[in-house]
């Protein structure tokens, strides 16, 4: 990523403040920002995926229950500016609300914290999403359906997402999203769900979708078996 890419980017966001019930009931007892893949926490991946595409200011909301992701975050994120907020929301588009709102005025890159990608695939995404119009918000999206109710999507040959919703499409959301700096008019309307906004801001202005290859979205214990033998690969493929 050049240097002119990196400047596109100085903060990002992490929306961790999910219970995490499906992974508890499948006998976690972390919270979930702290659940391991090959050994490293949720919350730790995606600070490493930002270190990585140079974002070193960095909103973290997690819920009032994640003491143990707050006491992480305090010996393993100080060499990053971290603004954390914790808040036990009632949604996920409470809590992305919340972080967009203190991320306002520069360019943003939010992402959830059961996202799992390469580090390669995380910068791609950086570095396309900064290609876009000025206005733009970018979602990252995959063709790797592994999600019980997706977000689905369909992109046009130039990248605009032209639909969003439905039964059907050519990829899903991977939980990564690119904020202009103007974002524009607000909803006034409240939503109960992320995805119910990011449809009413498809139709209100131009979103653009960025296709990565593989995400795993860690939700069951068979998605962190997945994610992790998926890192194997990733691994064995980049020493070949």
Same mark, same amino acid.
């Given at each position: 990523?050049?240097?002119?890419?990196? !400047?596109?980017?100085?903060?990002? =966001?992490?929306?961790? +403040?999910?219970? =995490?019930?499906?992974?508890?009931?499948?006998?976690?007892?972390?919270?979930?920002?702290?659940? $391991?893949?090959?050994?490293?926490?949720?919350?730790?991946?995606?600070?490493?995926?930002?270190?990585? +595409?140079?974002?070193?200011?960095? %909103?973290?909301?997690?819920? &009032?229950? %994640?003491?143990?992701?707050?006491?992480?975050?305090?010996?393993?994120?100080?060499?990053?500016?971290?603004?954390?907020?914790?808040?036990?929301?009632? #949604?996920?588009?409470? %809590?992305?609300?919340?972080?967009?709102?203190?991320?306002? =005025?520069?360019?943003?890159?939010?992402?959830?914290?059961?996202?799992?990608? $390469?580090?390669?695939?995380?910068?791609?995404?950086?570095?396309?999403?900064? %290609?876009?119009?000025?206005?733009?918000?970018?979602?990252?999206?995959?063709?790797?359906?592994?999600?019980?109710?997706?977000?689905?999507?369909?992109? #046009?040959? &130039?990248?605009?997402?032209?639909?969003?919703? =439905? !039964? &059907?499409?050519?990829?899903?959301?991977?939980?990564?999203?690119?904020?202009?700096?103007?974002?524009?008019?607000?909803?006034?309307?409240?939503?109960?769900?992320?995805?119910?906004?990011?449809?009413?801001?498809?139709?209100?202005?131009?979103?653009?979708?960025? +296709?990565?290859?593989?995400?795993?979205?860690?939700?069951?214990?068979?998605?962190?078996?997945?994610? &992790?033998?998926?890192?194997?690969?990733?691994?064995?493929?980049?020493?070949?």
């Amino acid at each position: 990523m050049t240097g002119a890419q990196e !400047s596109l980017v100085l903060r990002g =966001g992490i929306i961790a +403040a999910g219970h =995490g019930t499906r992974l508890r009931a499948d006998g976690y007892r972390v919270s979930k920002p702290m659940t $391991p893949v090959e050994g490293r926490p949720l919350i730790g991946h995606a600070l490493d995926r930002f270190r990585a +595409a140079g974002v070193r200011q960095a %909103s973290v909301i997690i819920n &009032e229950g %994640s003491d143990d992701c707050r006491h992480w975050l305090s010996e393993y994120g100080r060499d990053l500016d971290l603004d954390l907020i914790v808040r036990t929301t009632p #949604s996920s588009y409470a %809590s992305f609300e919340i972080v967009a709102a203190r991320l306002a =005025g520069a360019p943003a890159l939010i992402t959830t914290v059961d996202a799992i990608m $390469p580090a390669g695939a995380f910068q791609h995404f950086v570095s396309l999403a900064g %290609s876009f119009p000025d206005d733009a918000v970018v979602l990252g999206l995959t063709d790797h359906v592994d999600d019980d109710n997706p977000l689905w999507a369909t992109l #046009s040959g &130039e990248g605009r997402v032209i639909q969003l919703g =439905g !039964s &059907e499409g050519s990829h899903v959301t991977a939980g990564l999203y690119w904020l202009p700096a103007h974002r524009g008019a607000q909803p006034t309307a409240r939503f109960d769900r992320l995805r119910d906004y990011l449809k009413w801001l498809a139709d209100e202005r131009p979103v653009y979708g960025v +296709a990565l290859p593989l995400v795993f979205d860690i939700d069951r214990a068979h998605d962190v078996e997945a994610a &992790e033998q998926a890192g194997l690969r990733w691994r064995e493929n980049v020493g070949a």
